[in-house]
């Protein structure tokens, strides 16, 4: 069994869909526990969710209550869900070991089952970073931690979690302390609260397969990278695309190359929905 997580309001049930048909789909996953962090669901949107469950497909609602998060610094693109991942260790089942969080602006295209598997045992998180190094020492300084730790600056729309070694030291006073001294400086609130509370247990793994995005691909091409990556490069190796920022497929204003993907993953979703109906 595959445990997915998603934390969502009612603005992202549409993105949730399509997100999840794609890893339904292109996963590599037998069958899945997908489990569902929220605090402001209607139950008409909970009911159109779980229409989604099938035989390989388990979904599984959370309630939060975010009035914990009323200090918490919050925008319109960062939403009090943000924070709802950090508090997974104490709201998920014991029983799970680790779990595979995902952003819903984003799509499978391609197994995840190695990254799933990642040997995660002497760490809290497998992420990918989108950040150089050098604005990884500025996020460490602006953030003020030890930059002789080379903690990494990772993006949170891919966190596989090990559940087993954050239970043992979760603190959630540790959380609220951090957001109260340094929510001033956040600039990615989540991203800032990982980093400075678990940076010295993350593994790296690999951006351009499991978190590539519109900027990573042209940064890539544009400076050399490990090769310069065509659009078929990305359809035969690329599990992941992110479709982060403000730049979205979705958008009349997008204007990136990756939106070719999403077309795809928009008309898979509709026709595994006739299925499902079937």
């Known amino acids: 069994m595959y445990n997915l997580l998603f934390c969502i309001n009612s603005r992202y049930t549409e993105m949730l869909k399509v997100c999840l048909s794609s890893v339904v789909i292109h996963s590599g996953f037998d069958s899945m526990s997908v489990s569902i962090i929220y605090s402001s669901l209607r139950d008409s949107e909970i009911a159109e969710i779980k229409k989604l469950e099938n035989s390989r497909l388990k ?7 975010d009035s914990v998060l009323s200090s918490s610094p919050t925008t319109g693109r960062y939403p009090k869900e943000i924070y709802y991942r950090l508090f997974a260790p104490v709201l998920l089942n014991a029983d799970i070991d680790r779990i595979l969080y995902l952003d819903v602006d984003l799509i499978c295209i ?4 190695e990254l799933y598997n990642t040997d995660i045992s002497s760490v809290y998180y497998a992420a990918c970073s989108h950040t150089r190094k050098i604005l990884t020492k500025f996020n460490a300084v602006r953030l003020g931690l030890d930059i002789a730790d080379e903690c990494p600056y990772i993006n949170t729309g891919v966190l596989l ?3 087993t070694r954050l239970r043992k030291n979760f603190d959630s006073r540790k959380i609220f302390d951090f957001i109260e001294k340094k929510g001033s400086s956040f600039i990615l609130p989540d991203q800032d609260i990982i980093m400075g509370i678990y940076g010295d247990r993350i ?4 951006t351009l397969k499991y978190n590539l995005s519109d900027r990573i691909l042209t940064l890539n091409n544009m400076t050399g990278g490990r090769r310069r990556l065509t659009l078929m490069d990305v359809a035969q190796n690329t599990s992941i695309i992110h479709y982060c920022g403000r730049s979205k497929p979705w958008k009349k204003s997008y204007n990136g190359r990756l939106g070719v993907f999403f077309e795809t993953a928009v008309k898979e979703y509709r026709q595994w929905l006739d299925a499902q109906m079937d």
């Open 110 to 113: 391609n197994s995840l089952v």
């Open 203 to 206: 593994r790296l793994v690999d």
């Open 59 to 65: 979904i599984n609602f959370i309630r939060f209550d």
């Open 161 to 163: 979690m090990n559940l």
